[in-house]
C-alpha cells in the first residue's frame, strides 16, 4: 500500500464559499500551480513560476496529485511534489473582496488564487495537421 503524505491547509470562511459555489456534485480539487508546468496551467513564463496558483475542480482524483490537503472546508483537496516546493507550514486560503490569497508561514505566496474547471480539450485534425499537440 502507498502511504499518502498529508499537509493542512486553513480555509477562511469567507474563501470556502468562493471554493463551494463553483463545485457541484463530488468532486475532487486540485492546489495547483498556474505557471505553465502543468497540464491545468493557462498561464507560463519566468515571471510567474512559483508565484501562480490555482484550484482546479475535477470529476476524479489525479494519480499524479498525491499529497493529501487536510482542510476545515471538507474538501477533497489534493496537491503535488512540484507545487510542495513553494509551500510551507500553516497554509491558509483568505478571501477579501471575493479575491482569494494564498500564504503560510513566509507571508502571501499568491495574492489572487483563481478556479478553473477542468475541461479537457480534444485535438482537432487540423490541430494535428499543424503540429499543435502539446
Not at 495547483?32 to 493557462?42: Q, R, V
Request: glycine residues 8%.
Amino acid at each position: 500500500m502507498i502511504e499518502t503524505k498529508t499537509i493542512s491547509m486553513n480555509i477562511k470562511p469567507e474563501a470556502a464559499d468562493i471554493i463551494k459555489k463553483r463545485i457541484h456534485g463530488d468532486k475532487v480539487v486540485l492546489l495547483a500551480l498556474n505557471d505553465g508546468s502543468n497540464k491545468y496551467s493557462k498561464m507560463g513564463g519566468t515571471c510567474t513560476i512559483g508565484a501562480n496558483f490555482q484550484f482546479v475542480i475535477l470529476d476524479a482524483k489525479d494519480p499524479e496529485y498525491t499529497i493529501k490537503i487536510d482542510n476545515n472546508a471538507g474538501l477533497n483537496l489534493w496537491t503535488a511534489e512540484p507545487e510542495m516546493g513553494f509551500l510551507s507550514d500553516n497554509l491558509v486560503i483568505n478571501a477579501r473582496n471575493a479575491v482569494m490569497s494564498l500564504s503560510d508561514d513566509s507571508g502571501i505566496i499568491d495574492g489572487a488564487v483563481s478556479i478553473a474547471e477542468y475541461a479537457p480539450e480534444e485535438l482537432t485534425a487540423k490541430d494535428l495537421k499543424e503540429g499543435k499537440t502539446c
